[in-house]
């Protein structure tokens, strides 16, 4: 079982949402804090699983839009191990920022703020993959695996014998 940490982790290095410092889950939204709410915080009630912050202008409770679920963020940390799980959060949220470019693009063209804004979100993705790249790299829990050729020995998969 995947915990929130480790979704957390995962949500925190690929920026998604962007802009948050820390998450916090909470069972339900009558669990979210009342006074002294940490700035550039989110909250994820796990009951509705939906992600909130506290809008200070307007003293309410507002809706965090984030591009993938944790379950899917949890799924990719069982199938790949936490350091490949960030890569391939990145490059889904890059293709799901490239699909709604896409269709802010169709509805009123590439002089659109929100276009504009997108294609900012987009490049930041890309840096984010290719910094994450480089630390994966480096990444000691990654596999050291060995790969060499040998001479000899019984061919495999029909392979000429010599």
């Not at 809706?63 to 889904?92: H, P």
Request: glycine residues 6%.
């Amino acid at each position: 079982m995947i915990s929130f940490d480790q979704v957390k982790a995962v949500r925190l290095v690929v920026a998604d949402p962007v802009g948050f410092n820390d998450l916090i889950s909470v069972p339900t939204l009558e669990d979210l804090p009342t006074e002294n709410v940490p700035p550039q915080t989110a909250y994820y009630i796990e009951a509705l699983k939906i992600w909130k912050r506290l809008d200070n202008q307007l003293n309410e409770w507002v809706i965090v839009d984030t591009e993938l679920s944790n379950e899917r963020i949890a799924n990719l940390i069982m199938q790949s191990g936490e350091y490949q799980a960030k890569i391939r959060s990145l490059r889904a949220i890059l293709t799901s920022v490239a699909r709604k470019m896409q269709l802010v693009k169709l509805k009123s063209g590439a002089d659109d703020m929100t276009f504009i804004s997108l294609k900012d979100l987009l490049e930041f993705y890309r840096q984010l993959i290719e910094d994450l790249e480089v630390e994966l790299e480096l990444a000691p829990e990654e596999g050291a695996g060995l790969y060499m050729r040998s001479t000899g020995g019984p061919d495999i998969g029909g392979g000429m014998l010599g």
